[in-house]
């Protein structure tokens, strides 16, 4: 994901936060600590190529969600790929994203269908793979980082932006 938003956003500082082990399996509790590090760390934006379905971590998922979103940070979070409701995604205060096969990388639609409100490229996004070399891949959770290299851009010349405004500017700006 970090090299999905390096190429949209090559400028952009990265800090990678680990929540997810090997196993590619982490916990409501793991998310949740990676929040609250972001958001003391006052990070700009938190790209969440993740989620969960735990509706007990709701409540404090979106406690930290809410306060991201009151100190100016835009979270950004990938959609649940089977439809269901996950968290961090499905909280207002986030900006969540679905995916969809795009040619341009840059191209996003805004969905006023609230709670998912992006969908960018997440078919076949050819991505830095572990251990070395690229692959392609398909899901949210690579639709995440194109939406997050595309505000981190906005954010470069507009780093003042409220998510709010954010909202806003990605809506007049869509492309569809």
Known sequence: CAGIIKRIAPDAELHSIKVIGASARGSSEELIQGLKWAIE?????????LGTLDRRSREKIGELADEAFYNG?????AANNRGQVAYPA????VLAVDSDAMTDPL????????PIEL????IYVEAPSPGGGTKFYTGTSFA????SG???RILS???DLQPFELRTILWRLSAG
Not at 107 to 114: D, G, P, V
Not at 119 to 122: K, Q
Not at 144 to 147: D, K, S, V, W
């Open 41 to 49: 760390n006052r990070m700009s934006l938190i790209s969440a190529s």
């Open 144 to 147: 995440c980082p194109h939406a």
């Open 90 to 93: 499905n909280l207002s205060s």
């Open 107 to 114: 191209n996003w639609r805004y969905n006023l269908k609230m």
């Open 157 to 159: 010349v507009y780093p």
């Open 73 to 77: 940070i835009a979270l950004i979070a």
């Open 150 to 152: 595309i505000v981190a």
């Open 119 to 122: 969908v960018a490229n997440g």
